[in-house]
């Protein structure tokens, strides 16, 4: 098959990627304001699109991270091929997840499917174990840090309105919320949006089309916020319903902590060039802030049920994407 042929395909699934991350995982930007009401879903979809499609164009270190840390592309004899298993693989996982309404990570499908694929092909000695364990640590660390900024920025909250007026302090937050929600939409893009736009540049390098992963074309970033921006558009409300109401009920001041808790956390990594899952570290601020609440309103049995998600996602893209590489391989 033409390389040109291959290149189109990859550039196909990683917007197909992008759009389906819009909806997967954006539905955790807005799941809080829509829950309190804040915000109604129209509204939250429209700014959150927005939002996304602004931070998406505005950087682009993780997108440098996702597409020469794990493996060069350069020297894999059959590049293309493996970035074509690794999407499809990652697909396959985030269409799963969302059906079930499942908050899992966009990020740890990708990395995993990438990893998976890459040592199908070239074996372990292709990867980059340092870009890889470092962009682990990435993973396994921000939520960690959400959890205890979510629990630390509501419990100051609680103490600061603690003789406050409840129905004053709801009125209140629920109007930063809107604030909130821009904020978290904006990291969103800034930072998941990237991993599509470091996808298609790993396929550009291995097609020989640019010599290096440390330029992102204008079209690429351009094309991959828009397919985020038309992902989020169509919303995705089963995820929403999970994280805005079934941890825990969730009160304007709590969505306020919790948004403004991830947001930072992502935003950071960005800056650092970092890729984070954005679900992970949505859904640890929104358990921290719960857990400063109440401990025991906190449905721990469903977080139980989404920590194991994120646990077994990257094993699982690996195992498939190298699976979907050897059969491709067939057809090579």
Do not use: C
């Not at 389906?20 to 939250?44: C, E, K, Q, Y």
């Not at 604030?179 to 291995?206: E, P």
């Not at 609440?293 to 094993?315: E, H, N, Q, Y």
């Amino acid at each position: 098959m033409d390389i040109y042929i291959w290149v189109g395909i990859v550039i196909f699934l990683a917007l197909a990627f992008d759009f389906i991350n819009g909806f997967h995982d954006t539905a955790n930007a807005i799941a809080t304001s829509v829950s309190t009401r804040a915000l109604s879903p129209r509204m939250a979809i429209i700014l959150a699109s927005l939002m996304n499609f602004v931070g998406a164009v505005m950087f682009t270190g993780v997108a440098k991270t996702i597409g020469g840390k794990i493996a060069n592309p350069a020297n894999l004899d059959h590049g293309l091929q493996v970035v074509v298993a690794t999407l499809i693989g990652a697909i396959a996982w985030n269409l799963l997840t969302w059906w079930f309404g499942i908050p899992s990570s966009s990020s740890h499908a990708l990395i995993g499917a990438l990893t998976g694929a890459v040592v199908s092909s070239a074996g372990f000695d292709a990867i980059n174990s340092k870009g890889f364990i470092d962009i682990l640590k990435a993973l396994i660390f921000s939520p960690l840090i959400a959890f205890a900024g979510g629990f630390i920025v509501m419990w100051i909250l609680k103490q600061i309105f603690a003789k406050a007026n409840p129905h004053q302090i709801n009125k209140g937050f629920r109007s930063g919320q809107i604030l909130t929600a821009a904020f978290q939409s904006f990291t969103h893009g800034t930072n998941d949006a990237q991993k599509a736009m470091g996808i298609i540049t790993f396929a550009l390098v291995a097609a020989e089309i640019q010599d290096t992963t440390d330029y992102i074309p204008l079209w690429v970033k351009l094309s991959a916020a828009t397919a985020m921006a038309l992902g989020t558009s169509i919303g995705g409300w089963k995820i929403i319903k999970t994280m805005g109401t079934k941890i825990f009920k969730i009160e304007p001041i709590n969505g306020f902590a919790a948004d403004i808790t991830s947001a930072t956390v992502i935003l950071t990594a960005t800056m650092t060039h970092l890729p984070v899952s954005t679900t992970h570290v949505i859904t640890s601020s929104i358990l921290g802030v719960g857990s400063a609440k109440r401990f025991s309103a906190v449905k721990w049995d469903l977080a139980g049920r989404i920590i194991m998600s994120w646990i077994i996602t990257i094993p699982i893209t690996a195992v498939l994407a190298a699976l979907l590489y050897q059969l491709i391989a067939l057809f090579i």
